[in-house]
């Protein structure tokens, strides 16, 4: 595979050659993967099946003038994400379900609830621009950007203030003993 090769010397009486994308790409593909991320065997097949396909899919797209190797990194980074994503919420999904099916311990739901109500009082106690963005990132789901576009204040300021609450946050359970 070559580095500076642009997607128009992969097109082949103007039809994108796709065999010839695979056998130079795969490696590449599988590389990125595996560098990126620790996932099973056949995760790392499908997702770079799925490369391809969306290669497929956009092929009419393409910058022609463009060099290959970083459209198809860019695409397996974004896959690589949403992959991990949907993982992340399997496993979290997985660990509630196993916490409510294995047992009902009184006392951890009693600590549980004594420790939400603690952060929930003192997260009225923030200013109230942080209680805002607090509240619409971890309970409302909202994107980083999302919200800085609603409060019209930059990505990194809403960071910023996360960052800061959360260490907050930290602090008043140390205390409260949680």
Known sequence: MKKENTIESYIVDNQLDMPRVFDEYY??????????HTIKLEDEEEMI???????????DRLDRKAVFSPYIAGITK????????ELSKMIKFSQYENEMISHFNVDEIVE???????????LKALGDTEYEI??????????VKQIAQEMNI?????KTKLHRTRKKIREILKVGGF
Do not use: P
Request: aromatic letters at 16%.
């Open 134 to 143: 607090f509240k619409k990132f971890y309970y409302e789901g909202k994107k």
């Open 78 to 85: 974004r896959l690589i994400y949403r992959k991990y994503r």
């Open 27 to 36: 490696h590449y593909v599988s590389t990125i993967i595996k560098n990126k």
């Open 154 to 158: 930059s990505s990194s300021n809403v």
């Open 49 to 59: 099946a799925d490369v391809f396909l969306i290669l497929w899919k956009n092929k």
């Open 112 to 122: 549980q609830k004594e420790m939400n109500d603690c952060i929930t009082k003192n």
